[in-house]
Structure formats: C-alpha cells, structure tokens
C-alpha cells in the first residue's frame, strides 16, 4: 500500500521573504490593494510504500527526510500531513 | 619542489571547474576534475580517484543538482551521504578545502562552516545562505575586503584591509544567521578571525546594496572556519584570476609585481592571491 504525504516548507518568522514581498507588490500594483502580505511556501508529495498500520513510523521516516534535506533548520519550519 | 595535485569536484550542475583547474595549473599545481562518483567509487576500476591522494580539494560554483529543494542541498547531502568520513578525515588532516559560491553553499549545508559549536551537536547547520534580498540573481562585479588576521590558509598572502574586486552570481547568498543568535555568532566569527572578506564601497566602507549585493548579515562575503583549513566565499576568485578578465582593465592602470627580481607588470587580478596562498600555505606546512 501507498500512502501520499505532504511535506510544506515554509520560511521562520523573522526571516525575509523576497519572493513574497515582490509578488505582493505586484499585486497591489495590479489593483488588488487588499493584499496585506504574501508569504511563499514549498510543498513536496511524498509518495511512500508501506505495510498497513505502519504509519507512525512513515511519520518518523518523513521527519528525519526533512531534518537531513527538505528544510534548512536555520530558516525553514515544516509541516507534515498525510492526504491518503 | 613537490607537485601539489587538486581535485575539483563536478557533479551536474557546477561551473567554472575548468577555470578553477587552469587556475591551479598556471600557478605550477597539478589538478583534475573529479565527478562525485568516482571517489565513491561508482565507475569502473581504473576510473576510480581516491580523495586522500589530493591536497586540495575545491568544490567550485554553479547550481549543482539544478539548485533544487535549496542551494547546495542536494550536493551537501550527497556528499554526507556518501563520502562524509573521507571529507571528515581529509579536513582533520589539515588540508585546504575551497567552496566557491554554490560550493560554500554546500559547506555550509554540511555544517562544517562556520564549525564552531558553542552550544549545538557538531554536524549540524548554523548559519544559511538564504534568497538575495533584492530577490534576484545578481550577476556583477562586487568589492570584497580582506578581514582576516592571518588564520585562513588561502589568505596569508593578502594584505589584511586590501580591497579585491571578484565578480559575484548567485541568487541565494544572503548570509544569514537567526535573530536570537546573531549577536553572539557575528561575536564568535570575530574573536575566532573567522570572518575572511566583507562587500565594500570603494572606499572600503561597508556598505549596503548595490555593494552587499545579497543583503548579508555583517557585509559577509567569506568566511573560515575556526582551523582555517576551510574558506567558503560567494565570489568566484576563478572569475577575476587574470587582470584583463575584469570588464575595466582596458581603462585600469596596470598593477606592476616583482618576479624573480625583476619587475614586470601583473597580469593577475584578485582571484590569483588564494589560489597561490593555499599551495604556498599547504608546502610551508609540508602536508
């Protein structure tokens, strides 16, 4: 069985968002004057082969994927969410 | 005199390493291109390089893997994955290891710059190179001034305060450091000479954009690590290893420099400095 993971990456607070800014500013350029902020994020589907009711441990699997590549402690939280 | 051998290490996606390997050559070193796999040992036998046989090794720039996940991720966990313990014993050994733009990216993604470890697991990542602030890739000539007080192997032949111009090209080099800790690391990297070149003006002051071209903390360029064996530096010094690769030499004065006892006028630009400091520093220590 497959199961699908969502990995989000996203920047620390306090950390500047260049790509964010700019989009923002693009879009109050482009008439959306609402748009308060923009903030990017990096979203990886993670597909993992595993035997039944062993999802804690994909969990675990999927937490250690983002300590050693997917996100950088120093600027990066993660969230992790099963979609099936 | 003893013929020093570099190994330039290449996987998909990095540059200059032929710029860096004529580099080394001119100067009297023998140097190779080595792809990743070959000192793991993933080809055939008579392809196979083993890194302990080389003096210096250079992990060069350019946008290894496609720059994916982050700058310099992918690579870095490659080389941990793979190659961690030679890495580790080589840098031990005390040899020079160079990372130039996306290769410093990699160092520091590999946790062995800055290395010191006041209050975290060694290995792990202290500081980042994050996004230019500008949001953009910046691709231009900068000013970087030389800081450090003799520590770094690749610098005893600078003056330290001298000016050298390198050009830069990178998106992500924005040092960084959090914002709890910064204070205390800027302090660390100072008390340790760990902090090896800084963008400047002109008039060598420190200024903010276009001179820092990334927005880095402190005006970082470069820094070293607490040994000075390990120099990671967002210019490429490849780039500017001749005076006439800089866009102005036509308009320039010409440098002039002593060659054996005669005075002649100096074809080098800034780059050359490190490459000749490190096999001057790696033949004065007799590794």
């Not at chain 2, 970087?144 to 003056?159: A, D, L, P, V, W």
């Not at chain 2, 000075?228 to 006439?244: D, Q, T």
Request: with cysteine; charged share 30%; glycine share 10%.
């Amino acid at each position: 069985m497959t199961i699908e993971i969502d990995v989000t990456i996203k920047l620390k607070h306090g950390v500047t968002d260049p790509e964010g800014e700019n989009t923002k500013k693009t879009l109050n350029l482009l008439g959306f004057r609402d748009v308060r902020s923009v903030k990017t994020a990096k979203t990886f589907r993670i597909e993992i082969e595993q035997e039944k009711g062993d999802e804690e441990k994909v969990m675990q699997e999927v937490e250690e994927m983002c300590r050693k590549l997917l996100a950088n402690p120093v600027i990066h939280n993660y969230d992790i969410k099963m979609v099936k | 005199m003893k013929t020093l051998k570099i190994c330039i290490l290449r996987i998909e996606g990095t540059n200059c390493e032929l710029e860096t390997s004529l580099a080394f050559k001119r100067l009297g070193a023998s140097a190779e291109i080595v792809h990743l796999k070959q000192l793991i040992g993933a080809v055939k036998e008579q392809e196979r390089r083993n890194l302990m046989d080389y003096d210096v090794l250079v992990i060069p720039g350019g946008f290894s893997s496609g720059d994916y996940v982050r700058a310099g991720a992918i690579l870095a966990a490659r080389i941990k994955g793979t190659l961690g313990e030679e890495i580790a014993d080589f840098i031990d050994t005390g040899k020079p290891v160079l990372g130039i733009c996306n290769g410093f990216q990699v160092l520091v993604e590999m946790g062995l710059l800055p290395g010191f470890v006041p209050d975290e697991k060694p290995g792990m990542q202290q500081v980042a190179l994050t996004t230019n602030d500008s949001a953009r890739f910046e691709c231009r000539p900068t000013l970087i001034k030389h800081e450090c007080k003799g520590k770094c192997m690749f610098t005893r032949g600078i003056e330290k305060g001298s000016i050298l111009k390198m050009p830069c090209a990178h998106a992500e080099g924005k040092f960084f450091i959090a914002e709890r800790k910064r204070e205390e690391y800027i302090q660390w990297l100072e008390e340790n000479d760990q902090i090896v070149f800084r963008y400047v003006d002109p008039e060598g002051n420190y200024a903010p954009y276009p001179w820092n071209p990334n927005g880095s903390i402190y005006n970082i360029a470069g820094i070293c690590n607490p040994e000075g064996n390990i120099l990671g530096l967002m210019p490429h010094p490849e780039r500017a290893f001749y005076a006439f690769l800089d866009s102005e030499w036509s308009r320039m004065a010409r440098g002039r420099r002593k060659e054996k006892g005669e005075e002649k006028e100096d074809i080098y630009g800034g780059g050359e400095k490190i490459f000749e400091s490190a096999l001057k520093s790696i033949l004065k220590k007799g590794l």
